[in-house]
C-alpha cells in the first residue's frame, strides 16, 4: 500500500479522496489554487501545497506543476478525481513515466475510449450494442447529409472527444444539418480542442442508464450495477439513483456483462462507467465509456457496500478484487447535485459568501461537500457545492427522505439548486419513476415556476407586515411602537417595509395590500 498520495483536485472530491486515503493509513497532500487556500480540502489534508493563480489553466490543470509538486513532497501515487486532468491521456502517461502510480486507468485505455469513434469501434468489435451510426467522424456537410438520410432523422452530431453534453445537437430534418454540423464544431473545437464530430441516429425517449465497473490488475473485471441518470438538462446530470426502476434483474445481469466486454476489450483497470440509452421496448445501445471515478458513485457505493473510491486506491496499490462476480442493490439511493445556480433565473450561476449553512442529518443522510460557513463562491470553477445523497428501503423511501434532507438544508448568501431538487422530489411522474431524458427540459417551466407562499408563512408574513406599517405611522405621529419587523424575522422571513412611502400614503408593502384584500386590516 501507499505511505503518501497527492490529490490533483479541489471541492468535494479532493475531500472525499482524502477521507478514503485517512481511513487507508495513507497521508494526503493537497493542492491548491490562491482561490482555495482557505478550502475544507486544504485543512483536512496532511499537507498542502499552493499550484498557482485562481484559474485552473494556471493551477489545477498544470500536469507538470502537479507533478513536479508529488515528487517534491515524496508522494508515490496520485488521484485525479474526476473533471480536470482525470482523463487526459497525457496525464495518465506523465505521471507514469516519472515513476509514480496514477490512480485510474492505463493511458491506453484512456487514450481508447477517450474518442467516442474508436470506442464505438471497440465496442462494435467486442460485440457490444451500438446506437447505428458512424464510426469515423465526419468528413463535411455533405458526409452527414448522406449518412443522415441512410438512417433517416432525427439524428444527433455529436463531438468525438469531451463530454457534458459539449458538441451535440439533434437535427430533425436535412435542411437543418449544415449549420448544426457547423455549430457543433465550432462548441467542440473551443471545449476540447478537437472539433471532431459523428453522426448517429437519434432514439426518442430514452433512459441514460450506466454500469459501474472495476477491474483489477489481475484480470478481474466486476460491475457493480446500473445507476439511473436520466434527470438532465442540457445533457448535464442532476439526479442520479440507484438501481433503475427500467431494469429487471435479468437485463442488470446483461447490461453488466456488456459492460465488463466493454472494458475488457479497452484493456480496463480501475473505476469506469459504461453509459448506455435504453429505450422503451427494454433494448440498450452502447454510449461511451467515462475512464474516471464518476460524480454520482455514491448511489452505487450506498446499495452495494463497495468503497469506490477506496478500492481506486487498493487496485492501484496492486490488490484483488475480493468481490463475488454479482452484486445484487440492496435498497435505494438516490443523489442531489448542489450547485451554486439559480434555477428560476435559466441557472446563471450565483456567487458570494456562505453566510449560513444547515446540514441535513438523521438516518441515511450523507452530504459530500466542499463548503463550509464562510466559504466564498466565485466563477472560477464548476458550480457543484456538494452532493446531498440518501438511502431508503424501497424507492418511495428514499424520494421521501431526500425530500426531507433537502427540507433541512440550509444556504444562504447565495442562489443554490435546493429548492428545484425539492420540486422534483414532489412531482408526481419523477415519483413514479416516470422520467427520461428529455423529461426535465418538458418538466421544467413547472418545476422552477414561483411557489404560492404556505398558509402559515402568508399568515406571520402578512402579521409582520402589518405590524410594521402601524410602526411607521406611529413614528410619524408619535411614540415608537413594537418593531413588528422582528416577528417574522423571528420566524425565518424579513418584513418589507415601504421605505419610501411618504406620510400618510398608502403603504406599497405586498403583504400589506394582501391583508386588506382579504378583509385582514
Known amino acids: 500500500m501507499f505511505n503518501k498520495v497527492l490529490v490533483a483536485n479541489r471541492g468535494e472530491i479532493a475531500l472525499r479522496i482524502i477521507r478514503a486515503c485517512q481511513e487507508l493509513g495513507i497521508r494526503s497532500v ?63 502517461r506523465l505521471v507514469r513515466d516519472s515513476g509514480l502510480v496514477f490512480i485510474g486507468p492505463p493511458a491506453e485505455a484512456i487514450a481508447a475510449m477517450g474518442s467516442k469513434t474508436s470506442a464505438r469501434q ?47 445537437r439533434v437535427v430533425r430534418e436535412a435542411k437543418e444539418l449544415a449549420a448544426a454540423l457547423d455549430s457543433a464544431r465550432r462548441e467542440a473545437k473551443n471545449a476540447f480542442g478537437d472539433d471532431a464530430v459523428y453522426v448517429e441516429k437519434y432514439i426518442e425517449g430514452p433512459r441514460h442508464v450506466e ?22 438538462r442540457r445533457h448535464q446530470k ?34 469506469g462507467t459504461c453509459e448506455f440509452l435504453l429505450d422503451r421496448n427494454g433494448d440498450f445501445y452502447f454510449l ?53 445556480e439559480d434555477p428560476a433565473n435559466a441557472f446563471l450561476p450565483s456567487t458570494g459568501r456562505i453566510e449560513h449553512l444547515h446540514l441535513p442529518g438523521g438516518p441515511g443522510v450523507r452530504w459530500d461537500g466542499g463548503i463550509e460557513l464562510g466559504s466564498t463562491v466565485g466563477l472560477h ?46 412531482d408526481a411522474e419523477f415519483q413514479r419513476g416516470d422520467i427520461e431524458i428529455q423529461w426535465l427540459e418538458r418538466r421544467l417551466p413547472d418545476l422552477v415556476a414561483p411557489r404560492a407562499p404556505r398558509a402559515g408563512i402568508r399568515a406571520a408574513a402578512i402579521a409582520a407586515a402589518l405590524l410594521a406599517d402601524r410602526d411607521r405611522h406611529t413614528r410619524r405621529t408619535g411614540p415608537s411602537a413594537t418593531n413588528g419587523a422582528g416577528v417574522f424575522a423571528a420566524q425565518g422571513g424579513s418584513a418589507a417595509p415601504d421605505a419610501s412611502a411618504s406620510p400618510g400614503a398608502p403603504s406599497a408593502n405586498p403583504w400589506v395590500l394582501a391583508a386588506r384584500r382579504e378583509g385582514l386590516r
Not at 465526419?138 to 432525427?154: C, H, K
Not at 472495476?214 to 450495477?225: K, N
Request: with cysteine.
Open 30 to 92: 493537497a493542492v491548491y489554487s490562491d482561490a482555495d487556500a482557505q478550502a475544507p480540502h486544504v485543512r483536512e489534508a496532511d499537507e498542502a501545497v499552493n499550484i498557482g493563480p485562481a484559474p485552473s489553466s494556471e493551477s489545477y490543470l498544470k500536469g507538470d506543476r502537479i507533478v513536479e509538486v508529488a515528487k517534491a513532497v515524496g508522494a508515490e501515487a496520485i488521484h485525479p478525481g474526476y473533471g480536470f486532468l482525470s482523463e487526459r491521456e497525457w496525464f495518465a
Open 122 to 168: 471497440l465496442a462494435i468489435k467486442a460485440g457490444v450494442p451500438v446506437v447505428p451510426g458512424t464510426t469515423e467522424a465526419l468528413r463535411d456537410a455533405e458526409e452527414a447529409a448522406e449518412v443522415a438520410a441512410s438512417f433517416g432523422y432525427p439524428v444527433l452530431l455529436k463531438a468525438a472527444a469531451g463530454g457534458g453534453g459539449k458538441g451535440m
Open 211 to 232: 454500469i459501474q465497473v472495476l477491474a483489477d490488475q489481475h484480470g478481474t473485471v466486476l460491475s457493480l450495477g446500473e445507476r439511473e441518470c436520466s434527470v438532465q
Open 238 to 271: 442532476m439526479i442520479e439513483e440507484a438501481p433503475s426502476v427500467a431494469v429487471s434483474p435479468e437485463l442488470r445481469r446483461r447490461m453488466g456483462a456488456t459492460a465488463v466486454a466493454a472494458a475488457r476489450a479497452a484493456g480496463y483497470v480501475n473505476a
Open 288 to 340: 461511451e465509456m467515462n475512464t474516471r471515478l464518476q460524480v454520482e458513485h455514491p448511489v452505487t457505493e450506498l446499495v452495494t457496500g463497495v468503497d469506490i473510491v477506496q478500492w481506486q486506491i487498493r487496485i492501484a496499490a496492486g490488490e484483488r478484487l475480493p468481490f463475488p462476480a454479482e452484486l445484487s442493490p440492496r435498497g435505494w439511493a438516490i443523489e442531489c447535485r448542489i450547485t451554486s
Open 381 to 426: 470553477y464548476d458550480p457543484m457545492l456538494a452532493k446531498l445523497i440518501v438511502w431508503g428501503v424501497t424507492r418511495e423511501h428514499a424520494v421521501a427522505r431526500m425530500h426531507r434532507a433537502l427540507r433541512e438544508l440550509t444556504i444562504v448568501g447565495i442562489e443554490t439548486s435546493r429548492e428545484f431538487h425539492l420540486r422534483v422530489m414532489e
